[in-house]
C-alpha cells in the first residue's frame, strides 16, 4: 500500500521492526465501506519513495504479526487475531 511520506517513522519502524496497529480503510458510502486492522504490523521491505500525484509517498508492505491485547473468549469476540476485516 502507499501512504503519505511526512516523515521517517515508517523507516525507523522497519530498521527497529517495531510493530505498530494499523488500520486500512477503503471507500466513502456506507454499504460501500471496507475495513483492515493488524493490530501488530510490521513493515517487512525497506520503504521506498514514490510519487502520488505530486505527493511524496512511501509504498509499504506489511505482515500480520501475533498481537496478544485482546480480552474476552473465543466464542464470543476475535481474540488475539493478527488480523481483522470489516464490510460497513
Not at 486500512?24 to 454499504?31: A, E, K, M, T, V
Not at 498481537?67 to 481474540?79: K, Q, V
Amino acid at each position: 500500500m502507499s501512504v503519505f511520506r511526512t516523515y521517517s517513522r515508517e523507516i525507523a519502524d522497519f530498521a527497529a521492526q517495531t510493530g505498530r496497529p494499523w488500520s486500512i480503510h477503503y471507500g466513502s458510502q456506507p454499504g460501500d465501506l471496507f475495513s483492515l486492522c493488524l493490530p501488530n504490523a510490521r513493515v517487512v521491505e525497506d520503504p521506498k519513495p514514490t510519487d502520488g500525484n505530486g505527493a511524496v509517498m512511501s509504498q509499504l508492505k506489511l505482515e500480520g504479526h501475533y498481537y496478544a491485547g485482546d480480552t474476552g473468549s473465543l466464542a464470543t469476540t476475535p481474540y488475539n487475531s493478527p488480523a481483522r476485516m470489516a464490510f460497513l
